[in-house]
């Protein structure tokens, strides 16, 4: 009787071996990267929100200001350019806009007790619980603290979708032909609402599921 070496057995070794290697490699890279570098690469690899700077341009996310407006359009029931107007209600529309998704308007910090934002404006890309992060216009991003500001956002008071549109049909994206020439909300008729962020505390996701109740604002 011949005893033989299991190969299997080998293979398996040599693969938790390597494993192993390659974990240590990674521990002595992720050690070098630093505090700051290792903060963002634990981000990353926990899947959590990031932005490539690079990629701060106002008109690359102009398509996500107009489906933006058409997704106001459908929610506030906006009538179409040319019939009569009609005033927007604020008891009608302030329990939906509470509710609703801010990613792609346009906001500017009217008050805040940090001057080195005030009157910054952009479209939102991303809304946490305690910040808004936004475009600017001269195609920088800009983090934005809710707490002790007030913000200022514009609703189109005219919808931009056609008459024809099916609220069971998909909102519909412009074309990127298109880009140069979308205008935002504040280039037609608008009215502006102001947000206090002390009050606004809250995720997205969160706001669709709470029930708010009326309180007195809170003067900064």
């Given at each position: 009787?011949?005893?033989?070496?299991?190969?299997?057995?080998?293979?398996?070794?040599k693969?938790e071996?390597d494993?192993?290697?390659?974990?240590?490699?990674a521990a002595?890279?992720?050690?070098?990267?630093?505090?700051?570098?290792?903060?963002?690469?634990?981000a990353?690899?926990?899947?959590?929100?990031?932005?490539d700077?690079s990629?701060?341009?106002f008109?690359?996310?102009?398509p996500l200001h107009?489906?933006?407006l058409?997704?106001?359009?459908?929610?506030?029931?906006l009538?179409?350019?040319?019939?009569?107007?009609?005033?927007?209600?604020?008891?009608?529309?302030?329990?939906?806009?509470?509710?609703?998704?801010?990613?792609?308007?346009?906001i500017?910090?009217h008050?805040?007790?940090?001057?080195?934002?005030?009157?910054?404006?952009?479209?939102?890309?991303?809304?946490?619980?305690?910040?808004?992060?936004?475009?600017?216009?001269?195609?920088?991003?800009?983090?934005?603290?809710?707490?002790?500001?007030?913000f200022?956002?514009?609703?189109?008071?005219q919808?931009?979708?056609?008459?024809?549109h099916?609220?069971?049909?998909?909102?519909?994206?412009p074309?990127?032909?298109?880009n140069?020439?979308l205008?935002?909300v504040?280039?037609?008729?608008?009215?502006?609402?102001?947000?206090h962020g002390?009050?606004?505390?809250?995720r997205?996701?969160?706001?669709?599921?709470?029930?708010?109740?009326a309180?007195?604002?809170?003067?900064?």
């Amino acid at each position: 009787m011949l005893l033989l070496d299991n190969a299997a057995k080998e293979s398996r070794l040599k693969k938790e071996r390597d494993a192993k290697k390659a974990k240590l490699r990674a521990a002595k890279e992720h050690k070098k990267l630093g505090v700051l570098g290792r903060r963002q690469d634990t981000a990353r690899g926990m899947g959590l929100w990031g932005f490539d700077e690079s990629q701060a341009q106002f008109a690359l996310f102009l398509p996500l200001h107009h489906l933006w407006l058409g997704y106001m359009s459908e929610l506030l029931h906006l009538p179409q350019p040319g019939g009569a107007p009609r005033a927007l209600s604020g008891a009608a529309i302030h329990p939906k806009l509470l509710k609703a998704d801010f990613h792609g308007s346009i906001i500017s910090v009217h008050q805040t007790k940090n001057t080195a934002i005030l009157g910054i404006s952009g479209i939102v890309i991303h809304e946490t619980e305690a910040t808004f992060k936004v475009v600017t216009k001269e195609n920088r991003l800009k983090v934005l603290p809710k707490q002790n500001s007030i913000f200022t956002f514009a609703v189109p008071v005219q919808s931009i979708l056609p008459a024809t549109h099916d609220t069971d049909s998909p909102l519909p994206l412009p074309s990127p032909e298109a880009n140069e020439e979308l205008k935002t909300v504040l280039d037609g008729p608008h009215a502006l609402l102001q947000l206090h962020g002390n009050q606004f505390c809250f995720r997205a996701a969160d706001r669709a599921g709470r029930k708010f109740k009326a309180k007195e604002s809170i003067e900064l």
